[in-house]
């Protein structure tokens, strides 16, 4: 990298834990450790309810809820063993406000997500281990195309219409690394200025 560091990706489908598990045992083969965990694989393909896309509801749980879930799992053991480390988990601010018609089942799972972060926190902070929750509003991502309900996905597009750069939330992430070690950010909202929720 122009830093001077070293990167390694691997494509991962975080709701098989096999691949969540290999990618972690990758991750510290290559470089002897885990010092921080990103949950920020997510979906958001929204509809009304009345729609009933319950294949649509499951893949939301498996992809936002239970991979995050997988991730932890596969992460958890590296840190506790090294005494540190830091887990950072993506939410929403529809985690936080529900938006309906059309959000009911992101809403709940970004709300999960919240709520497992506290819980992380609350269990781990004795063994050293940061727990970070950040929660974006509109950020110019492709997770918006994702809805297969084409009056939801119009919405979306102009509500997408406000979006910041996805800079803006590495630089968010950044920040919670970079704290000393005794400091952790348990939480961040990042959201354009004109967003009023």
């Known amino acids: 990298s122009a830093s001077g560091g070293k990167a390694i990706g691997f494509a991962t489908d975080v709701t098989k834990r096999s691949e969540v598990e290999a990618l972690i045992h990758r991750a510290v083969d290559g470089f002897g450790r885990v010092d921080v965990l990103i949950n920020n694989a997510g979906i958001m393909p929204i509809a009304p309810i009345e729609a009933l896309k319950v294949d649509e509801w499951d893949r939301q749980i498996d992809v936002n809820i239970k991979g995050l879930l997988h991730g932890v799992a596969a992460a958890l053991p590296?840190?506790?063993?090294?005494k540190s480390g830091h887990i950072i988990n993506m939410a929403s601010v529809f985690g936080i406000k529900?938006?309906?018609?059309g959000g009911t089942v992101y809403c709940a799972t970004k709300a999960a997500v919240r709520a497992l972060t506290e819980g992380l926190r609350m269990e781990l902070h004795s063994q050293n281990i940061r727990c970070t929750m950040i929660s974006p509003g509109a950020i110019?991502?492709?997770l918006s195309e994702s809805s297969s309900d084409e009056a939801t996905r119009k919405n979306l597009r102009e509500f997408m219409k406000m979006a910041i750069p996805a800079s803006a939330i590495a630089r968010?992430?950044?920040y919670t690394i970079e704290q000393p070690a005794e400091v952790e950010v348990d939480e961040m909202v990042i959201r354009p200025t004109v967003q009023d929720f």
Do not use: C
Request: avoid cysteine; aromatic fraction near 6%.
């Open 140 to 142: 110019a991502t492709e």
């Open 98 to 101: 529900m938006f309906a018609p």
């Open 78 to 82: 590296h840190m506790q063993k090294q």
């Open 172 to 174: 968010a992430i950044a």
